[in-house]
Every structure is written in structure tokens, then in C-alpha cells.
């Protein structure tokens, strides 16, 4: 039978739950255990799919197809996994199970309530990954103990603590202790406050993590444990750290996975084989090289919308002992050939994000046309790798009105145009095409050279595709399609044939990328920018 572990926050959001749960989850894995993480989000969207970027970051998109949570990316590149739709609930998908049961009539009548249809429905997911015999599954609750939307998730956790034998749960409170400057102290009161907030709800945390910027000390520690209701040593200090990927040693440090295993009664078989994490760490902190590269897009304000392209970054840059500059550009900035050579002459190479509408599209264009014609190695995602379609279309076909349908329903040379099955649908939400879809590569192209092998699996997030009525002119000109979904017969690689590194994907590599398989497209970019930046 599965154990659990429950995450949960107080005092502010964004502090790292998601952090915290991949490092413990990491730490537990190389111990030997088999671990996975689920998060439940207490927004009522059915999912993030419709959810604007400066709403809530990017939208993560596993295997199976479902749009998640961002923390679902931590979890896959800490824990090197795969995780799927049984792994992100939300309340609208809750309660759109509830309503449905409901209006069949499973209920017999009886009147639908929070307690206990909701929180059965609550408990019920958190279970589901049960029937894959993880050893240990970590559940984090999204939001902040205190908010409105966050009751029905502590009292299903509150119920599913009572059910099940108390050496097969505990629970993890992340929360925050301040420094006042003004005093020169630390003050634990937001935490005291946070904890009987949990314990009103019916939950006494067995360990409390303390994000602090500066080290509790035995006194602070012994304070809050008397206060909580916890043995000293289950409040771990969990100070800021350089990166992210500092997080799992520092728990490690702390004892973190040894108070968990404890509590859950599994016993210590082996110390964990961090090897090629130190080593990753190692490359990502002592780089030999670096280069600057410019992230073309329009939600550059906020880099949790590229979260997992900044990440690829991160790993593909520790792959080449090379740091990885990222310059944000905000393409409608870019109006002119001569903005575009302004503000992308410094880089070593440059990167077109993915993205929907036609804001800031033609800031693109015109910064995959220097690219083009300055041989600066160029990579295009999703709508990048649209982009790059039509500003050859439109500068070496001579198409001057090419253009998406996307962007110009009208154009006369649609050389991006809506799938076929997708031009019937109504609803936004899940109705793209979503998830892995399998590829093959020509040989003797730079995608083959990247990724070594010919058949690769990719996860998507579009409406758009390649127009094949253009593809024998575009090949003529010099753009190979280079890699191809056959059972559909779509462009999913698009390269040029005269360009040192010129690639455009239909699929989103970022969201493959792991610390421990880095993805080999950011791989082989970032190699080539560091060619680039040599030879310049």
C-alpha cells in the first residue's frame, strides 16, 4: 500500500511548495523508493488550458495530453519521471465530476453537499495513483491555509488522515518566517498563526519547513517547535538558495527525507545516490564557457510563462559546461530590421517562444529574419517555428501575404492553417492537440544530428499546423522538413539547408527536458552558440 505525503503552505503564497515536494520526492527516489507527486489546485478552471499566461505561468502538457499546473514540470525534472492527468486536479474538475454524477442520478436523490460528495470526490483523486503501487505518492495542496477556496482540500485531507493507519501519512507545512530588518530578528508569529490556522481545521503538521534568508539558530527552532506542537528537530530550515537545484541537498542536509521516513516507518536501507545531480550541479556552478541568448516573446514580464524553456536552458547549459545568458526580449518592441539588429546583435543565438495571438507576431518575423541572414543560430518553438514559415515564405518565395490563418483569416498564402479536425470546435478548453505524438527524422539533418535517432515521441499544444499545399515550393527554396508526424502526415521540423543551426518545432522540447536527460535540442543549440560565439 502506497504511503503519503501532504504538502501544504501557510503565511504566503509562493513560497515553493512545489520546490520543497520535488526535492524531498528526489531525495526519497535515490534512497530506492518509487515516488511520484500529484498537486490539487483550489481555482475552479477545469484546468489551466484557457488560463492567460500572467494568470498563472505556463501551461505544462504531460504525455496523455492533460494542461497542468507549472509545479508538474518541477516534479518531472527533479524526479526524471513522467506524470499525467490523475497527477494536476482542480476544483472545476471536481466538482464538474460531482455535478455530472449528479445529474445521471448516482446519487439516488439525495441532496449534493461540500461534506462529504466534494471531499469524497476529493479523496477519491488523491488515491487514484494507488493502483500504480508507488511506494511513496506526495500530495500538494495548492493555495494558502486560511483562503476560502482551500477548505474542502484540509477537511478530505483532515478525513483521509483519520482513515488511513497513522505510520502511512504525514504531513509537511511549508511556511515562512520573516526578518524584520527595522528589529534585526526573525519573527515566528506568522508561522504560530499559520499552524493553528491547520490545527482549527483538525490537522496538526508532523513537520513544518521554514523558508527564512537567514538561519533559524536552536532558539528560533525550539520556539516554534514549543509553539506548533513539534519535536525541535521536525522544523527544518529551508533558506533562500542560489537555484532551485540547490533545494534537494539542502533538505538533505537537514534530514528532511530521514524525519519523513521515520514518521512513515520505512526503514533506512541505503544513504541516496546523488551522484549525477553533484554533477550537474558542479557543471551548472563552475561553467568553462557562456553565451547570451536572446528569448524572443510577449510575456517576457513574467518568466514564469517560459518557465520550462528557462529551465532547458539551465540544463542544457550544465550538458555543455557552458552558462546560459537569457536576454528578454519583447518582440513588439521589435518594429524594423534596424530594432531587430539593435537589439539582437550581442546575441549568440536566439530563441522564438510559443505563444497565441497576433500580438508582437511580426516582432518575431523580423527577429527570425536576422537570424536568417546573419547566420545566428536560431531556434523556433511552436509558434516560433510558425514564424519561421512565414517569413520565408514572405522574404524568399516572395509570398508577400503570407501568413497564418491564425493571425489572417483572409490571407491569400495560408502557410500556417488550422487543422482540419480542429476547424469544427467550439470550446477552448482541452480541444487542441495536446500531448505526445511520435515523430520521425531524416537522416543527414541537423534535428538528426541533435537527437541521434530517427523515431522521437514530443508533446504538442496547437491549433495550427504547417500547410503541406507549400511544403514541395518551400523544400525547392531551401527550408527541409526534417521531421514528420506520418500517421497524419504533419511538418513537425523545419530547418534550413544553407544555415549553420536553423530549427523550428511544432512541439514544445522544453517540456522534456530533465536534470538528469537534458533535452537534446537545447543541447545541440546551445553547442552551436557557443560555435558561433568562438567564431565571432
Known sequence: MSKYIFVTGGVTSSLGKGIVGASLGKLLQARGLNVTIQKFDPYINIDPGTLNPYEHGECYVTDDGAETDLDLGHYERFLNISTSQANNVTTG?????????????????????????????????????????????????????????????????????????????????????????????????????????????????????????????????????????????????????????????????????????????????????????????????????????????????????????????VHGGAANECKVNVVAVHSEDIESDQDAKKKLKEMDGILVAPGFGERGVEGKILAIKYARENMVPFFGICLGMQCAVVEYSRNILKLSNAASTEMDKNTSDPVIDMMHEQKKIKNKGGTMRLGAYKCKILENSQAFEAYGKEQIMERHRHRYEFNNVYRERLEEAGMLASGINEEKNLVEIIELKNHPWFIGVQFHPELKSTVESPHPLFVDFIKHCMLYKNKQ
Not at 547570451?292 to 520550462?308: F, H, M, R, V
Open 93 to 313: 474538475r471536481i466538482y464538474e465530476t460531482v455535478i455530472n454524477k449528479e445529474r445521471a442520478g448516482d446519487y439516488l436523490g439525495k441532496t449534493v453537499q461540500v461534506i462529504p460528495h466534494i471531499t469524497d470526490e476529493i479523496k477519491r483523486r488523491m488515491r487514484l495513483l494507488e493502483e500504480k503501487n508507488f511506494d511513496v505518492i506526495i500530495t500538494e495542496l495548492g493555495g494558502t491555509v486560511g483562503d476560502i477556496e482551500s477548505l474542502p482540500y484540509l477537511e478530505a485531507l483532515r478525513q483521509l488522515r483519520m482513515e488511513l493507519p497513522s505510520s502511512d501519512h504525514v504531513t509537511v507545512h511549508l511556511t515562512l518566517v520573516p526578518y524584520l530588518a527595522a528589529a534585526k530578528e526573525l519573527k515566528t508569529k506568522p508561522t504560530q498563526h499559520s499552524v493553528k490556522e491547520l490545527q482549527e481545521a483538525g490537522i496538526q503538521p508532523d513537520i513544518l519547513v521554514c523558508r527564512t534568508e537567514h538561519e533559524l539558530g536552536d532558539e528560533i527552532r525550539a520556539k516554534l517547535a514549543l509553539f506548533c506542537n513539534l519535536k525541535p528537530e521536525n522544523v527544518i530550515e529551508a533558506i533562500d538558495a542560489d537555484t532551485i537545484y540547490d533545494v534537494p541537498l539542502m533538505m538533505l542536509k537537514e534530514k528532511l527525507d530521514l524525519r519523513v521516513m521515520d514518521k512513515l516507518k520505512i526503514p533506512v536501507l541505503k544513504e541516496p545516490d546523488l551522484r549525477n545531480w553533484k554533477i550537474f550541479l558542479g557543471h551548472l556552478k563552475n561553467p568553462s564557457e557562456d553565451v547570451t541568448i536572446g528569448l524572443i516573446g510577449k510575456y517576457n514580464e513574467l518568466p514564469d510563462a517560459y518557465k520550462s524553456i528557462y529551465e532547458a536552458f
